[in-house]
């Protein structure tokens, strides 16, 4: 008997935003907080950002490897630079204050949790 107890979206969107935030304590100096924070944001990104995105794609047969490494750069990036610009305003200096490398990070970030997420919850529907 075979029970589903929840379903491969569900599961690779429980796992995938875990996984950059386990290389935090690795890369930066270790802070309990800061990894709470990350954890966080993390989940908030994935369900306000890409979650609904992956539904839309996923509603016009869209969805393939690229659009979700797409989706995964797109949702963590964007509440950073959003955030950047309604504090300063948009202008060519605003990407020049800030840490660019940061903004890297984070975007590298998105795309390893997208890459998860697909290998969870896509990449096996996809040869069906």
Known sequence: MNIKIISKTEAGFLIAPLVPTLLIPFIFKFHPTILAISIAVSYLCALII???????LKKYNKINYI????????????????????????????????????????????VLASSVFWYIAVKNESNK
């Open 67 to 110: 659009t979700i490494l797409c989706i995964g750069l797109f949702s963590a990036i964007f509440p950073f630079l959003t955030i950047m610009v309604i504090n300063n305003g948009f202008s060519a200096e605003l990407l020049k204050s800030y840490n660019i490398e940061g903004l890297l990070f984070v975007g590298f970030c998105g």
């Open 50 to 56: 890409g979650l609904p995105l992956f539904y839309i």
